[in-house]
């Protein structure tokens, strides 16, 4: 598997990929359109996608992670937001996106981030040093599957607010 930037002939595809992998999952009520795909073109639209990773295996696109600025509680620097995350159906399970959020991760340190947020599964997330802090809220989920990975010694308190492409809702 080779984990790569984004280029500007992958938009299409990595849409594709998160419709798919996104497409009937238990996060949306029965019946509802997808919308990560949405937001991470928003996110591009609005030179808000600070990292977008794709993972190729034999040549394909195959999966996806974007990460984007966000403010958590009074830091208004240094905090990301991972997600989407997305792999195609037929290949979930197989490491891929355990592979984007690992590179994603490495990334971060790289440019000196102070950490990454999420709302996700603590099941798959905390395998890669993300954990529940109390005091960590995003408005509307229950604070188990709000987490964070921090790279220093600061703990993030607060609210997170992520950027406004999150708001989108199924069309």
Same mark, same amino acid.
Do not use: N
């Given at each position: 598997?080779?984990?790569?930037?984004?280029?500007?002939?992958?938009?299409?595809?990595?849409?594709?990929?998160?419709?798919?992998?996104?497409?009937?999952?238990?996060?949306?009520?029965? =019946?509802?359109?997808? $919308?990560?795909?949405?937001?991470?073109?928003?996110?591009?639209? &609005? /030179?808000?996608?600070?990292? *977008? #990773?794709?993972?190729?295996?034999?040549?394909?696109?195959?999966?996806?992670?974007?990460?984007?600025?966000?403010?958590?509680?009074?830091?208004?620097?240094?905090?990301?937001?991972? =997600?989407?995350?997305? $792999?195609?159906?037929?290949?979930?399970?197989?490491?891929?996106? &355990? /592979?984007?959020?690992?590179? *994603? #991760?490495?990334?971060?340190?790289?440019?000196?981030?102070?950490?990454?947020?999420?709302?996700?599964?603590?099941?798959?997330?905390?395998?890669?040093?993300?954990?529940?802090?109390? =005091?960590?809220?995003?408005?509307?989920?229950?604070?188990?599957?709000?987490?964070?990975?921090?790279?220093?010694?600061?703990?993030?308190?607060?609210?997170?607010?992520?950027?406004?492409?999150?708001?989108?809702?199924?069309?």
């Amino acid at each position: 598997m080779l984990i790569r930037d984004e280029r500007s002939e992958d938009v299409s595809r990595i849409s594709q990929i998160h419709y798919a992998a996104f497409k009937g999952h238990p996060v949306h009520p029965p =019946g509802a359109e997808p $919308v990560e795909h949405h937001i991470v073109e928003r996110l591009r639209a &609005s /030179g808000a996608l600070a990292l *977008s #990773l794709l993972a190729e295996a034999g040549g394909d696109v195959v999966g996806h992670i974007a990460l984007s600025p966000a403010v958590v509680g009074d830091d208004l620097d240094g905090w990301f937001l991972l =997600g989407p995350v997305g $792999v195609l159906p037929r290949l979930q399970g197989q490491g891929i996106g &355990s /592979g984007l959020v690992r590179e *994603s #991760l490495r990334h971060m340190r790289d440019i000196g981030a102070t950490g990454v947020v999420l709302v996700g599964d603590p099941g798959f997330y905390t395998r890669f040093g993300f954990v529940s802090v109390p =005091g960590l809220i995003y408005t509307g989920v229950p604070d188990q599957y709000v987490l964070a990975a921090c790279f220093g010694s600061k703990a993030p308190q607060g609210e997170i607010i992520a950027h406004e492409a999150f708001g989108v809702t199924a069309e």
